[in-house]
């Protein structure tokens, strides 16, 4: 068969691993994360959905690597999880059943440890840490790591990654944007310190090379790695967009992949997640111009929806992987589509935020025009209503 979108639809391989095709499932958390941090069912069906529609790597967001400082948001995974036959094997095992290559988000919140945690009996006796002494915009009080803390915590990476592959997860994707710690060490918006982590790029680097390094031994030398990054932090008291090409020079050695994003949550979660009221693809230049500089594949992600765009994207050379999270929110079953020629059947997303708003708020996650998100395990076909009615639909167009 003929493809309309033969760059999109090819396959691409990372060391020894082949990627069906160039659209990936972007990290998002889950909903019904146990209080030991193991992923629940539900979860595990969504991420499910996700491989089941074509995606190429489905991404589970975001294993915590040291619960000592960081009890956050999201999963833990230790021997006593894994050797009781965890949720996260079946979870791999599930992305794996259906073509896609199962990866895992690695990552610490730092300084913003606990903001989201599950176990909210333990997040007002959470000491923050991050790499300086510092107090948060909502008065909490952060501490600078020491040296032992931040050996410590690298060590954790390493341990964290050696356990999902044990699990079964192909891939892990070290999470170093948006805020979280290792964006904290490389951003002198957040780091501050005057030893050989602060200063100069090359020694706020330090950290993520060194975890990167942990990750490489535990898993060896053909798992592929992914290294997570906002290509620039879009304030003035962040990194620029040069500073980004530097940091993904010195994290290249290290890695298979370079994920590219944008800013910081705390300050412009608006370009990190792309709204409705921003261009389609409006961080993609930030991936064009550091796959200039680096021989690696790398990875573009922001508001990207439209095949004929991702196209162009790929086939341009702007980057070699287009990742898309609340798109197949709206429609899990886009990257099949788009191998198949029906893309004139996809869904699109809204960008609207009701996905978002709904985890915050409710701990479930729905989807303004996809029925199914949040209810996968009721099954994947939308059901005809047993009444027929008649509606009507206003949309209100404020036009200035």
């Known amino acids: 068969m003929e493809r309309k979108y033969p760059h999109l639809s090819s396959p691409i391989t990372i060391g020894r691993t082949t990627f069906r095709n160039r659209m990936f499932s972007a990290p998002m958390g889950g909903t019904d994360i146990a209080n030991d941090g193991c992923i629940g069912p539900k979860s595990t069906a969504f991420y499910e959905l996700r491989s089941r529609g074509g995606a190429a790597a489905v991404t589970v967001s975001e294993l915590m690597v040291h619960p000592a400082t960081d009890g956050s948001h999201a999963y833990h995974l230790d021997e006593s999880i894994l050797n009781s036959l965890s949720c996260a094997t079946y979870t791999a095992d599930a992305i794996r059943?259906?073509?896609?290559?199962?990866?895992?988000?690695?990552?610490?919140?730092?300084?913003?440890?606990g903001t989201y945690m599950?176990?909210?009996?333990?997040?007002?006796s959470m000491?923050?840490?991050?790499?300086?002494?510092t107090v948060r915009q909502d008065g909490v009080q952060v501490r600078a790591l020491t040296k032992e803390m931040i050996d410590d915590i690298v060590k954790s990476y390493g341990h964290a990654a050696g356990l999902a592959k044990r699990a079964g997860f192909e891939m892990v994707m070290v999470h170093g944007g948006h805020g979280w710690?290792?964006?904290?060490?490389?951003?002198?918006?957040?780091?501050?310190?005057?030893?050989?982590y602060g200063g100069s790029l090359e020694n706020r680097c330090r950290f993520a090379t060194e975890v990167l390094k942990s990750v490489r031994e535990a898993v060896g030398p053909f798992f592929p790695i992914e290294f997570r990054m906002?290509?620039?932090?879009?304030?003035?008291?962040?990194?620029?967009?040069a500073d980004g090409v530097e940091i993904a020079k010195m994290i290249e050695p290290y890695v298979d992949i370079i994920h590219v994003s944008a800013g910081t949550y705390q300050r412009t979660f608006g370009r990190t997640h792309p709204s409705m009221f921003t261009p389609h693809g409006v961080n993609v230049y930030m991936a064009a111009e550091i796959k200039k500089h680096v021989s690696k594949p790398v990875a573009t992600i922001g508001g990207l929806n439209d095949p004929a765009f991702l196209e162009e994207i790929i086939a341009s050379g702007k980057a070699?992987?287009?990742?898309?999270?609340?798109?197949?929110?709206?429609?899990?079953?886009?990257?099949?589509?788009?191998?198949?020629?029906?893309?004139d059947e996809i869904v699109k997303c809204l960008r609207c935020?009701?996905?978002m708003a709904e985890r915050a708020a409710t701990s479930t996650r729905r989807c303004t025009v996809n029925p199914l998100i949040g209810r996968e395990m009721d099954g994947v076909e939308v059901l005809p209503a047993r009444e027929k009615k008649k509606v009507?639909?206003?949309?209100?167009l404020i036009v200035t």
Request: charged letters at 25%; hydrophobic letters at 35%; aromatic letters at 8%.
């Open 118 to 124: 599950t176990d909210k009996t333990k997040q007002k």
């Open 392 to 396: 009507l639909i206003l949309r209100n």
């Open 320 to 343: 070699d992987i287009v990742y898309m999270a609340r798109a197949l929110l709206a429609d899990p079953f886009l990257p099949r589509k788009v191998v198949e020629n029906r893309d």
């Open 181 to 196: 710690l290792i964006n904290q060490f490389l951003s002198p918006m957040f780091n501050n310190r005057t030893d050989e």
């Open 127 to 133: 000491h923050q840490w991050g790499p300086s002494d």
């Open 230 to 241: 906002s290509g620039e932090e879009l304030v003035p008291e962040g990194y620029s967009l």
């Open 97 to 113: 059943r259906h073509g896609a290559i199962p990866s895992i988000e690695l990552s610490h919140s730092g300084m913003y440890a």
């Open 353 to 355: 935020f009701t996905c």
